[in-house]
């Protein structure tokens, strides 16, 4: 626990608080902007006498000695982070007018925020508020600690503390907030601080939207001029704010000043750091709890109430697909495809060697057969230019696996299927919210499975999702999700009661499970940020591993988007292998291979044939996957990378 070790901070400097506690070290802000080279060095001497470990400086580019004093700040271990621009906009009722004018925002309500603590989904607009910002920008910086400001700011402003008002703009369907922004009034000026849009609502209004409703409600207040400072790297912002009538008025450079040693990668060969671990959301789930609460004190517990119909909602939107059903998980989705494809005795239905046994079981268990195909050894995903060779006369289907997240190379295939008469089928388990060529995962098939295991980027503890994109599955669909009956057709008025009619069974998705799904849906855009961020920081780490030829990183297509489901490494030497497992289970660092190659296990040889698959088996023997979960700190990426360069340099 952080406790203050000095009596007065050193001339010139401000201690914080509240950075101090966060990062359980002293942290200071050097207040003179206009310090010479001399006297910011005997700042900074002064400051490491006293035991600060950390500094924040902004220097004004106009500032006569600039580049002599960016020298000092080299040789003094700090690092220029940003270049920062302070917008100001002169405001009057007509230039809200106008902003008025030119706005066509639909289905989004924008109100004052009134209740007592920020929901989830502002937490999150707040962390992707400071995306760009120095905290974000300095790699010493510890995560957790940039997550923890800027919650802490969100709850301030939310209390009155760090801000006057908060605006929010709110699906009008869903009635989440997919926006905010927060303004303080300092005399005659109103001041913008955090201000974030939900990644799937951008490029529709709602950010100008929120600074219309920020400028009217500073001009109630009195205000004459509204000012917002964002970084100059940050287009998005300023292309915004200059939309909104701001002019620059300030330019400066932000610096951090790590004094002695920066924080390093723990050296405790105990790091204990799982392979996986489901987030539940901020503030241990909260939005979750408040919608099982509320699920509890309607007694709305029937299946498909109101918290299954909102999340298909979500899905069909966003992944643009016909239909979404939610179903009881992913293996059942997959139990759903093979059904709508009509898999039976003497089928064959084509799928990769390397993949889970619910990809195969799913059609054994209707009576088809599995065709095994190899794999590509750049993506692990089915080979494309393997599959004609498997078709015959009895191929009904081709089932694709995004292995990781990552694409497969869709347009081939579907021209496959398209050539030969067959559906293609997505067991999309891993690739929720990946895209291929900018169509979304799950929408390129004529029907397609997704996971919400608790392995999975988003979870509800078992559940699933069968989505549609062929109108003529639908009805099979519905009848196998309503237990082989019309019941569809009865809740449409097409029928006055509704009849066993097919095979079917009971997969609709508890409304307990969907509860838990709505919050995390509602946290999508974070949850695969933050995972993006640390498969980004794998990569770039293991870049020179790959260069030796020690091992081979995941590539990902031209035009295909991940969603960092997965962080594997293959390593060709076995000794390699050897010594990976080996260290990993001594440093208690969850690094595992994956699966076993389907057709040399021994359920394939009674209901599956095979075709060779010889990259198949050497990806089982050779893959292993990094610890991959939201929160995984820069400390715990440092210490998994360590321990593939101890194992393999």
Request: hydrophobic share 40%; proline share 4%; net charge neutral.
């Amino acid at each position: 626990v952080y406790r203050n070790c000095y009596r007065d901070p050193p001339p010139h400097m401000q201690q914080l608080t509240f950075d101090s506690a966060l990062l359980g070290c002293p942290v200071g802000r050097i207040q003179s902007e206009t310090l010479t080279p001399d006297e910011l060095q005997q700042t900074i001497a002064k400051a490491e006498a006293e035991g600060f470990r950390l500094l924040f400086w902004k220097l004004e580019t106009s500032h006569p000695a600039s580049k002599e004093i960016e020298s000092v700040i080299m040789l003094k271990g700090g690092y220029f982070l940003c270049e920062k621009l302070t917008y100001r906009t002169e405001l009057s009722k007509s230039i809200t007018l106008v902003m008025r004018h030119h706005l066509n925002v639909r289905g989004i309500e924008c109100s004052a925020f009134a209740d007592a603590e920020p929901t989830p989904d502002m937490i999150t607009l707040a962390i992707a508020a400071g995306g760009c910002s120095r905290f974000s920008l300095d790699p010493t910086f510890p995560r957790p600690a940039f997550h923890a400001l800027y919650t802490k700011w969100m709850e301030n402003s939310v209390a009155g503390k760090a801000a006057d008002t908060v605006l929010v703009a709110r699906d009008s369907w869903e009635g989440r907030v997919v926006g905010m922004v927060t303004v303080k009034m300092t005399e005659a000026i109103s001041q913008i601080g955090l201000l974030a849009v939900a990644e799937t609502y951008r490029r529709r209004g709602v950010g100008m939207l929120l600074m219309l409703e920020a400028y009217e409600w500073s001009l109630q207040q009195g205000a004459s001029a509204c000012t917002v400072a964002t970084q100059t790297a940050n287009s998005a912002a300023r292309s915004l704010y200059e939309r909104c009538g701001g002019i620059v008025v300030e330019t400066c450079n932000d610096f951090h000043f790590w004094i002695g040693e920066k924080l390093q990668a723990p050296t405790d060969h105990k790091s204990n750091i799982p392979n996986q671990k489901p987030f539940l959301g901020d503030h241990g789930g909260r939005q979750a709890k408040l919608n099982l609460e509320a699920i509890l004190e309607s007694g709305r517990i029937q299946t498909h109430a109101k918290f299954g119909p909102l999340c298909e909602e979500i899905l069909r939107n966003d992944l643009g697909v016909q239909k979404a059903l939610l179903v009881g998980s992913g293996t059942g989705a997959l139990e759903m495809c093979a059904m709508c494809v009509n898999a039976a005795p003497g089928v064959e239905v084509i799928v990769p060697s390397f993949t889970f046994v619910s990809t195969a079981n799913a059609f054994v268990t209707h009576g088809a057969t599995p065709v095994f195909v190899d794999v590509r050894a750049d993506t692990q995903n089915i080979d494309e230019t393997k599959i004609e060779d498997a078709i015959t006369s009895r191929t009904r289907a081709i089932c694709v696996v995004h292995y990781a997240g990552v694409p497969c190379e869709m347009d081939t295939i579907m021209a496959i299927a398209k050539k030969h008469g067959l559906f293609v089928i997505e067991d999309n388990a891993h690739g929720v919210y990946g895209s291929y060529k900018g169509r979304m995962l799950g929408s390129i098939g004529d029907c397609a499975a997704l996971s919400f295991h608790y392995t999975k980027n988003l979870v509800c503890g078992e559940g699933g999702a069968l989505l549609l994109n062929n109108a003529n599955l639908t009805s099979t669909a519905y009848i196998a999700w309503e237990k082989g009956t019309n019941r569809m057709d009865f809740l449409q008025g097409n029928v006055d009661k509704y009849a066993w009619v097919g095979k079917g069974g009971s997969f609709v998705m508890s409304e307990i499970n969907a509860a838990v799904l709505h919050a995390q849906l509602g946290s999508r855009v974070m949850i695969n940020a933050a995972r993006m961020q640390v498969w980004d920081a794998y990569h770039a780490a293991l870049e020179g591993l790959e260069a030796q030829g020690k091992l081979s990183r995941p590539v990902i297509p031209v035009e295909c988007e991940h969603n960092a489901h997965i962080y594997y490494i293959r390593v060709k030497d076995a000794q390699g292998r050897a010594n990976l497992d080996k260290l990993a289970k001594e440093r208690s660092i969850g690094v595992f291979s994956h699966y076993q190659a389907l057709h040399i296990s021994p359920a394939a040889a009674k209901f599956a044939r095979s075709m060779v698959c010889t990259e198949a088996a050497e990806c089982a023997s050779q893959l292993r996957r990094l610890p991959m979960w939201v929160g995984l700190s820069a400390l715990n990426v440092d210490a998994v990378v360590a321990l593939v360069h101890d194992a393999l340099a």
